[in-house]
């Protein structure tokens, strides 16, 4: 969804920046990417609660996205956003098998680790008791 939501926004700012004589993508690209690890930032903390393959794939991407700032801010070159990038690919791709194959067979065929956080839930019926 987060990745949905940045290469809409980047493709509209693209479209943008075509059709009109100012250039948004120059102005934006830092902010964008900025927001955006914020964004993932958080889902760090959610995904903690699923498990620990997706917990590490929202550090890659915010860790991404920060380089990606700065590299766009010209402090750093495009290597480490670009490396960042291809790892980000290959474990979503990694997650994406093994949840899917988990979720059709109901066999584990590859690892995806423990939740890291868990919930300490009271069941419904009780909080009512209390009310």
Known sequence: TMYGFL????????????????QF???LYAPINLVYAAFSAV???LTAYRNLTLSALHVV???????????????ISEL????GH??????????????????FTGRAIL??????LFHNH??????AKVV
Request: charged share 5%.
């Open 43 to 45: 889902m760090i903390y």
């Open 80 to 83: 480490l956003p670009g490396w």
């Open 7 to 22: 290469w809409i926004t980047l493709c509209t700012v693209k479209l943008v920046s075509a059709s009109s004589t100012f």
């Open 122 to 127: 009271k069941p419904l019926h009780s909080i």
């Open 61 to 75: 991407i915010t860790l991404t996205f920060l380089a990606t700032t700065f590299a766009r801010l010209d402090f």
């Open 86 to 103: 291809l790892i980000v690919g290959l474990m979503a791709f990694y997650h994406a098998v093994g949840s899917l194959t988990q979720a």
């Open 25 to 27: 993508d120059a102005v």
């Open 111 to 116: 690892p995806l680790g423990p939740p890291l």
